[in-house]
């Protein structure tokens, strides 16, 4: 039987083509039911505040960079969105004198914009916003060295080999989007040999680090948290890390704070990794494939999925 057109972008792959039941029971999930979606291998986790939900998030950089020695050096992959946990990165790592000479980070994704990632100078590059949050507000003394901070550029030759040098990634970070991605792995387009179906989730999984096209959905979102709406001045293509690179990660930790995707979203992906149900028209969906995956919710961003007039 042939999928649906997607209700949101008719030429592109996205949630909106799944099966109507597998839709209508994720809408229906309480905040009662979340934590029964836990499995071995799956964990859903709650916090009431959302300085406990922030503090939580910084405080995985910070257990991965103790681990990190000369002989075993260890990394974490963080997302721009969100990035409230930044800030609290940097001033637990000023307090606590840590030395980082043997951590290392990797960034998510940067935008790709006429033929190179968008220069770390302009106000909407992700590592710009990394920089100035978090890392140049450590203390020279304790700093990560700038040969240990990976950044995706539009040769990704020496971003895909640091995950190939022996480096140890602890964690993986991310937020979920409107198409439900982690970092910029969207949907893809509807055409070609994916007209009738997307890819695989087998094909999905060894997708690299990449120049990525962008889902109008994600265009939209980014307009509406980074740009003022200003759609125009959103590009329309990224470089973002690869599911090749995400199942290099010991744990994947996505962070719901309820800013960015919506209660349905937060609800469908959740539904899907606890069962198994694996589609890359969910790119997130992917994970339940991974053998250690956290979804952490800030409680008063859960939401409902009933109709309100506003």
């Not at 799956?42 to 000369?70: G, P, S």
């Not at 974490?76 to 840590?98: D, F, K």
């Not at 007209?195 to 307009?223: G, W």
């Not at 469908?268 to 979804?295: C, E, R, W, Y």
Request: proline fraction near 6%; charge should be negative.
């Amino acid at each position: 039987m042939a999928r649906k057109l997607s209700m949101l972008a008719p030429e592109w792959w996205d949630f909106t083509t799944l099966p109507d039941d597998l839709l209508n029971e994720a809408a229906r999930l309480s905040q009662k039911d979340m934590p029964h979606l836990s499995r071995e291998g799956f964990r859903v986790k709650f916090y009431d505040t959302l300085e406990d939900f922030y503090l939580a998030e910084a405080l995985e950089y910070i257990t991965a960079w103790k681990q990190a020695t000369a002989d075993n050096p260890v990394g974490i992959c963080g997302p721009v969105g969100p990035t409230e946990q930044l800030p609290l990165v940097a001033r637990m790592v000023n307090e606590l004198q840590m030395d980082l000479s043997n951590a290392h980070f990797w960034g998510m994704d940067e935008w790709y914009v006429n033929g190179k990632e968008l220069d770390a100078a302009n106000p909407l590059s992700f590592e710009k916003a990394d920089r100035d949050l978090c890392f140049n507000r450590m203390d020279k003394k304790y700093r990560i060295p700038d040969a240990n901070l990976h950044f995706p550029k539009a040769d990704t030759r020496n971003y895909i080999s640091s995950w190939e040098s022996g480096i140890r990634c602890a964690v993986m970070q991310g937020g979920q989007g409107d198409t439900k991605h982690w970092a910029f792995n969207d949907p893809v387009k509807r055409e070609g040999k994916y007209a009738d179906a997307p890819p695989s989730p087998e094909e999905f999984r060894k997708l690299t680090t990449r120049i990525v096209d962008l889902h109008p959905v994600t265009c939209m979102q980014n307009a509406r948290t980074s740009a003022g709406g200003v759609v125009t001045g959103v590009p329309r293509q990224a470089l973002t890390v690869g599911p090749l690179q995400t199942w290099k990660a010991e744990k994947v930790s996505i962070w719901h704070a309820g800013t960015h995707d919506n209660a349905f979203g937060q609800r469908l992906t959740a539904l899907m990794i606890s069962k198994g149900i694996m589609d890359s028209s969910v790119p997130m969906s992917l994970l339940a494939g991974h053998p250690n995956v956290q979804f952490n919710y800030y409680r008063g961003g859960f939401g409902v999925c009933e109709t309100e007039m506003h």
